[in-house]
């Protein structure tokens, strides 16, 4: 008889940024450190990890940055939404984010 895996419930919540082009780099970095420092502020957050876009593709559409979060279930995602930790975190945004999508899905193995 085979083995079933057991595959733990996963929800990613990934986040593409891409910042305006007269974005101050330190504000950029700021937000960047902001956003890494969420999972130690925020318990519903599994995992989080974080990367520049290095594609030779050029299919970025100006995207640079993604960071993918991870979480059980869908209502610890809409905690981390609402949280005010988050929410502080997004006001830091607005004058240097000049694009940003979110994907969010069930892992499937």
Known sequence: MAKQLTVEK???HVVLFGWKANANKDSIENAIKAFGEL???IKTIKN???GENNSPE???QGLTHCFVLTFS???DRNDYL????HIAFTKLLPNILDKVTVVDYWIRK
């Open 10 to 12: 996963e929800l990613r």
């Open 39 to 41: 999972p130690e502020q």
């Open 48 to 50: 989080y990890e974080w």
């Open 58 to 60: 050029k299919l970025n």
């Open 73 to 75: 279930s869908e209502k």
């Open 82 to 85: 609402v949280h005010p930790t």
